[in-house]
Nanobody, 117 residues
Framework: QVQLVESGGGLVQPGGSLRLSCVAS????????MGWYRQAPGNERELVAVISGSGATSYGDSVKGRFTISGDIDKNTVSLQMDNVEPEDTAVYYCNVYSRFPSRSYWGKGTLVTVSS
């Protein structure tokens, strides 16, 4: 069973930076996209950022201009650079890999990011 392992979460002050990383325990064939989602207490899980094999990226509206996703689809590694963080960014961040043929979504266990002074 392939596992996604996230790292880099923790406590950061408002306006600060944090970098999250995710690596798969084995190569996932036919990976279509890799990305990050987050879930704050009482909220639904939401898209943070996603990157495709072509390098195309997409971001949630609340993080545009502040977060940057990067990764190597072939190696199943993805990172999220979080700059100018806000208290509203506090959440558990989950790594996701979506593969096709057959369609399947893999999830990490999540890493907690807390933005607080």
């Amino acid at each position: 069973q392939v596992q996604l392992v996230e790292s880099g979460g923790g406590l950061v002050q408002p306006g600060g930076s944090l970098r999250l990383s995710c690596v798969a325990s084995a190569i996932i064939l036919r990976t279509n996209t890799m990305g990050w989602y987050r879930q704050a207490p009482g909220n639904e899980r939401e898209l943070v950022a996603v990157i495709s094999g072509s390098g195309a990226t997409s971001y949630g509206d609340s993080v545009k201009g502040r977060f940057t996703i990067s990764g190597d689809i072939d190696k199943n590694t993805v990172s999220l650079q979080m700059d100018n963080v806000e208290p509203e960014d506090t959440a558990v961040y989950y790594c996701n890999v979506y593969s096709r043929f057959p369609s399947r979504s893999y999830w990490g266990k999540g890493t907690l990011v807390t933005v607080s002074s």
